[in-house]
C-alpha cells in the first residue's frame, strides 16, 4: 500500500464493495433477515395459541371438576335421601310388627282369660256338685232343692 492511497483503486473497491452489499442484500441478507422474522413471529403465534389451549384446558378441567363435583354432591344427596326413605320404611315396618305382635299378645291374653273364666266356672260347678254329692252320701239322703243351687 502506498500513502497516500490510490483513489483509483481504491474507487473500485468502494464501488465493488457496494455492488456486492446490494447484490448480497437483495439475494442472501433480506431473505435471511425476512425468514428469521417469519420464523419469529411463527414462534410468537405458536407461543400465543399454546397459551390460549393451556387456558382453555384449564378452564374446561375446571369445569369438569365442577360437574363431577355437582354429580357426586347430587349421587350423595340420592344417597342419603334413598337411605332416610328406607329407614322410616324399615321403622314403618317395624311398628306394624309391633302392633300386630300387641295384637296377637291382647288376643291370647283374651282368649286365655275366658278359659280361664270358663274353667273356674267348670271347676266352681263341678265343686258345687261334689260337695252335694258328698252331703249327700254323709247325710245318707237327698238334700233340698234335687242338689243343684248356685
Known amino acids: 500500500?502506498?500513502?497516500?492511497?490510490?483513489?483509483?483503486?481504491?474507487?473500485v473497491l468502494i464501488v465493488s464493495f457496494l455492488v456486492f452489499w446490494f447484490i448480497f442484500s437483495r439475494l442472501f441478507f433480506r431473505p435471511f433477515l425476512n425468514l428469521l422474522a417469519e420464523r419469529e413471529k411463527r414462534f410468537r403465534s405458536l407461543s400465543d395459541r399454546?397459551?390460549?389451549?393451556?387456558?382453555e384446558a384449564r378452564s374446561?378441567?375446571?369445569a369438569r371438576e365442577?360437574?363431577?363435583?355437582?354429580?357426586?354432591?347430587?349421587a350423595l344427596e340420592h344417597r342419603e335421601a334413598?337411605?332416610?326413605?328406607?329407614?322410616?320404611?324399615?321403622?314403618q315396618m317395624l311398628e306394624a310388627a309391633k302392633a300386630d305382635a300387641r295384637a296377637s299378645l291382647e288376643a291370647a291374653r283374651t282368649r286365655i282369660e275366658g278359659?280361664?273364666?270358663a274353667a273356674e266356672r267348670e271347676?266352681?260347678?263341678?265343686?258345687?256338685?261334689?260337695?252335694?254329692?258328698?252331703?249327700?252320701?254323709?247325710?245318707?239322703r237327698p238334700l233340698n232343692g234335687g242338689g243343684t243351687s248356685h
Open 82 to 91: 334413598e337411605r332416610r326413605r328406607i329407614e322410616a320404611e324399615a321403622a
Open 115 to 117: 278359659e280361664l273364666k
Open 60 to 62: 374446561a378441567d375446571e
Open 50 to 55: 399454546t397459551e390460549q389451549l393451556l387456558k
Open 123 to 140: 271347676l266352681d260347678q263341678m265343686g258345687r256338685t261334689l260337695a252335694a254329692e258328698l252331703a249327700e252320701r254323709v247325710l245318707g
Open 66 to 74: 365442577q360437574r363431577l363435583n355437582a354429580t357426586r354432591r347430587e
Open 1 to 11: 500500500m502506498h500513502i497516500p492511497p490510490n483513489w483509483g483503486t481504491f474507487a
